[in-house]
Nanobody, 126 residues
Framework: VQLQASGGGLVQPGGSLRLSCAAS????????IGWFRQAPGKEREFVVA????????KYADSVKNRFTFSTNNARNTVWLQMNMLKPEDTAVYLC????????????????????WGQGTLVTVSS
């Protein structure tokens, strides 16, 4: 499974960006897809995840009601619509996929994800 994130850039506080993640290969072998982010000098942080087949979408509290995650039925693209961006959202955003479907409470654990994209940089600054 290969994941390719895109759509990052420089945006002013309060602005919006839409990230995309193109998935290829045996995506049918994965069960959960999501986004993490990593700011300079900080640990990788969970942003959002959901099952490919739909159902529950789990958001980090820090992005709830600002970010919206969506997927397509073909399991080849996911999007992250980010609104009302804040300087603290500045980070490299990485898409990741999990093979085994762990319970929702475990989706924030980066060590359970098997596949990672290279990341796209989002900078929120005036």
């Amino acid at each position: 499974v290969q994941l390719q994130a895109s759509g990052g850039g420089l945006v002013q506080p309060g602005g919006s960006l839409r990230l995309s993640c193109a998935a290829s290969g045996r995506t049918d072998s994965t069960s959960v897809i999501g986004w993490f982010r990593q700011a300079p000098g900080k640990e990788r942080e969970f942003v959002v995840a959901r099952g490919w087949s739909g159902g529950t979408t789990k958001y980090a509290d820090s992005v709830k009601n600002r970010f919206t995650f969506s997927t397509n039925n073909a399991r080849n693209t996911v999007w992250l619509q980010m609104n009302m961006l804040k300087p603290e959202d500045t980070a490299v955003y990485l898409c990741a996929a999990m093979s085994r479907r762990y319970n929702t409470g475990s989706w924030s654990r980066s060590d359970l994800y098997d596949y990672w994209g290279q990341g796209t940089l989002v900078t929120v600054s005036s």
